[in-house]
């Protein structure tokens, strides 16, 4: 008899831990790399490399049978995720790492807003309050009128808005088609969608940018990976809060390795984040509903 994926806590927040090591390291790699390749390109360098990954699920998609309907979604998942993939990037060459692991958080929070506004969700009023609570950390990292909110946070915003209409889209596919075909296919659209905006700014990469990139594509894969065994090894309210982690991580990284100054602001507005994401998964595990995603499932 197979045991119950909930009495394995400990096995699920491992998991969770070494996803977010991953994240981390992916978004150290892109920090190092900087604004050298512009952002457009190190995102469909990032893709295009990963495609090795691609070879196991080209059976599965091939034998889907996909819908015109399903093709649609899909080529919007892929519109939607390829902006939130160039923001994101663009963002990570020009604001500290823990700004931008903060700011993720909201991708969740986002997917709740857009669950009620489009897809019929309810959202009472402790739900609402969550929500706004993630609002008003999301006023503490920025704190817009006494520190100037540059272009990088502007674009982290955007990141969230847009991967989490990708989530949205993805959740609607999830249940028609597996998730080797949803994985692939974002994959597949992804590296088309930003194939012209590379093309337009392009230089001619090192083969060490290249070796970069190379490892983003490996970590981002191996954590999405991890993420899988983490949520078949514990329920979502059991390994979600460990990816508050990522942050202190981040911070730990950004200070050590870049030189980055430690913002208690952005610890405090990343915690306050995290626990209403946290309280909005818990309460979709008691009225058993699964909208809101862990943080993790909205990365590049």
Not at 37 to 52: D, E, I, K, N, T
Not at 129 to 137: K, T, Y
Not at 200 to 229: K, S
């Amino acid at each position: 008899m197979e045991t119950p994926k909930a009495s394995r806590p400990v096995t699920g927040i491992f998991w969770m831990v070494i996803t977010g090591l991953n994240f981390v390291a992916v978004t150290a790699i892109v920090k190092h790399v900087g604004s050298d390749v512009p952002a457009a390109q190190a995102a469909f360098l990032r893709y295009m490399l990963g495609l090795v990954f691609l070879i196991p699920m080209i059976k599965p998609i091939m034998a889907a049978g996909l819908t015109g309907r399903q093709l649609k979604l899909f080529g919007w998942r892929g519109v939607v995720h390829t902006i939130a993939v160039i923001l994101w990037f663009f963002a990570m060459a020009r604001i500290p790492i823990a700004e931008v692991t903060a700011m993720n958080y909201l991708s969740p929070i986002y997917v709740s807003l857009g669950a009620a506004l489009f897809m019929g969700e309810r959202l009472p009023p402790r739900r609402l309050a969550a929500v706004v609570f993630a609002l008003i950390g999301a006023m503490i990292i920025l704190r817009p009128g006494i520190k100037a909110i540059e272009i990088g946070h502007i674009a982290m915003l955007g990141t969230a808005i847009c991967f989490a209409a990708g989530y949205l889209l993805a959740k609607q596919l999830s249940g028609e088609v597996s998730a080797a075909v949803v994985v692939g296919m974002l994959s597949i659209t992804v590296t088309i969608g930003l194939a012209p905006f590379a093309w337009a700014v392009w230089v001619t990469p090192t083969w060490e940018q290249l070796g970069w990139l190379f490892l983003v594509a490996c970590f981002a894969t191996a954590g999405h990976y991890a993420m899988t065994l983490a949520f078949a090894a514990a329920p979502l309210t059991v390994t979600q809060p460990v990816t508050f982690l990522q942050l202190v991580w981040a911070v730990l990284l950004g200070a050590i390795v870049f030189g980055e100054a430690v913002d208690g602001w952005v610890v405090f507005g990343g915690a306050v984040i995290m626990a209403s994401v946290s309280f909005i998964t818990w309460r979709e595990a008691v009225a058993r509903r699964a909208i809101t995603p862990v943080v993790s499932a909205t990365k590049v």
